[in-house]
Antibody
Framework: EVQLVESGGGLIQPGGSLRLSCVAS????????MSWVRQAPGKGLEWVST????????YYADSVKGRFTISRDNSKNTLYLQMNSLRAEDTAVYYC???????????WGQGTLVTVSS | NFMLTQPHSVSESPGKTVTISCTRS????????VQWYQQRPGSAPTTVIY?????PSGVPDRFSGSIDTSSNSASLTISGLKTEDEADYYC????????FGGGTKLTVL
């Protein structure tokens, strides 16, 4: 059974940093690209970032480029999102997602809430 | 990049059929696969359609997806509506980056 368990969310002041983690199980982690998708309170889904299975290729939404860094440790089956220079508009539930080989998301985690506020 | 436009809300009665549209603003809808995600209140999203018209295992065949190049749109059709289908539905596609539609709230009453 595929499981994706996020952690690391919390309350952080504007300008601060936070690192999210997502521990994966139930599949060969290194074989699959992974993504982060976020959802602001009461709003829709927004793609944040994607990383290839090897970790060699990364992609970012314009809204987070230069501030967020996606990475993975395939030996630990863990996906990360380092978030710097956080803004109020980054407040959201952040979902970890396993991608299908061709297109779209296969499995979603339960999400971790990040609140940026003074 | 392009936008995906969905109706804000739709409603239908149990047992009926409903179709949710997703219109691509520029570029062909057929250029990149469309996915559909269901999000029940208070829960994480789940995938109900991938690669335009494929159902993941466990998704009932009451759910179907299609694309229409003449209207440059994708559609999610749910037949035999059940109260458990009440949720937000999001379409998603890709060009140079991922794009999600704004979501459609389905009410089954």
């Amino acid at each position: 059974e595929v499981q994706l368990v996020e952690s690391g969310g919390g309350l952080i002041q504007p300008g601060g940093s936070l690192r999210l983690s997502c521990v994966a199980s139930g599949f060969t982690f290194s074989n699959y690209a992974m993504s982060w998708v976020r959802q602001a309170p009461g709003k829709g889904l927004e793609w944040v970032s994607t990383i290839s299975g090897s970790g060699d290729s990364t992609y970012y939404a314009d809204s987070v480029k230069g501030r967020f860094t996606i990475s993975r440790d395939n030996s630990k089956n863990t996906l990360y999102l380092q978030m710097n220079s956080l803004r109020a508009e980054d407040t959201a539930v952040y979902y970890c997602a396993k991608l299908r080989p061709v297109a779209g998301i296969d499995y979603w985690g339960q999400g971790t809430l990040v609140t940026v506020s003074s | 990049n392009f936008m995906l436009t969905q109706p804000h809300s739709v409603s239908e009665s149990p047992g009926k059929t409903v179709t949710i549209s997703c219109t691509r603003s520029s570029g062909s809808i057929a250029s990149n696969y469309v996915q559909w995600y269901q999000q029940r209140p208070g829960s994480a999203p789940t995938t109900v359609i991938y690669e335009d018209n494929h159902r993941p295992s466990g998704v009932p065949d009451r759910f179907s997806g299609s694309i229409d190049t003449s209207s440059n749109s994708a559609s999610l059709t749910i037949s035999g509506l059940k109260t458990e289908d009440e949720a937000d539905y999001y379409c998603q596609s890709y060009d140079r980056s991922w794009v999600f539609g704004g979501g459609t709230k389905l009410t089954v009453l």
